[in-house]
């Protein structure tokens, strides 16, 4: 037995010579097919009244006639909620949605350019940058041969586009060597005792330093260093 938007029965019967038989059977109804155009690449995954439902390989969804709440998530765009009226029987049906993207489009600009960009300890490029990044608290380092690393948080909304400027890298501290005739001459840094020589000490680069060596019984030597 058939029925157009019904499943076709099949049953076998066993027919006595003689007398009257009746039977009576009930058809099933077909699902409807529903097929989600999201008008981009992203796969989505799709949730009917709260349950994931398996896309074939036509990319629809059988669903029974009705209405049910949608949830659609994809992973670079915001989830879509809908609600939609299954016709059933077996009747094909689209549902087409504009997804809003989940990232922002982030600016970083460096002094000097040519850094490094890390976000979340993968590398997005080199400053001046400009790149997607989702939604959410990531981490951004910045790296550049001979200069300090800069490390910062950002959060990100999504549709809200951010620039990043003025991000002034550091030049790495220099290395001064330092003995004295006689050893073990105290030695003041910028007003700061750093102990006594000879010893290596790590200055803050392009800046002046006054450097004093002081020890009893000899002469105090004041020096600038850069």
Do not use: C, M
């Not at 796969?43 to 006639?65: H, M, S, Y």
């Amino acid at each position: 037995a058939s029925k157009e938007g019904y499943s076709p029965l099949h049953k076998e019967l066993d027919i006595s010579r003689g007398g009257q038989t009746e039977l009576s059977y009930t058809l099933v109804e077909l699902p409807g097919l529903l097929k989600i155009n999201t008008q981009t690449d992203a796969v989505p995954r799709l949730f009917v009244d709260g349950n994931e439902v398996i896309l074939n390989e036509k990319g629809q969804a059988q669903l029974t006639r009705g209405k049910h709440q949608l949830r659609i998530e994809t992973s670079r765009f915001l989830p879509h909620q809908e609600e939609i009226d299954i016709i059933g029987f077996g009747k094909r049906q689209q549902l087409d949605i504009s997804l809003q993207p989940a990232w922002a489009i982030i600016t970083v600009l460096s002094q000097p350019a040519g850094a490094q960009v890390f976000v979340d300890g993968v590398l997005a490029g080199d400053t001046p940058l400009e790149t997607e990044i989702l939604q959410g608290q990531h981490e951004l380092l910045l790296k550049k041969e001979g200069f300090k690393a800069a490390a910062f948080k950002q959060s990100i909304i999504a549709g809200t586009d951010v620039t990043l400027e003025n991000i002034s890298l550091q030049p790495v501290d220099g290395q001064l060597n330092l003995t004295s005739t006689p050893t073990a001459a105290s030695i003041l840094l910028d007003g700061e005792f750093k102990g006594t020589t000879p010893a290596t000490l790590s200055l803050i680069a392009n800046t002046d330093h006054k450097l004093i060596l002081s020890k009893a019984g000899f002469s105090t030597k004041d020096l600038s260093v850069n």
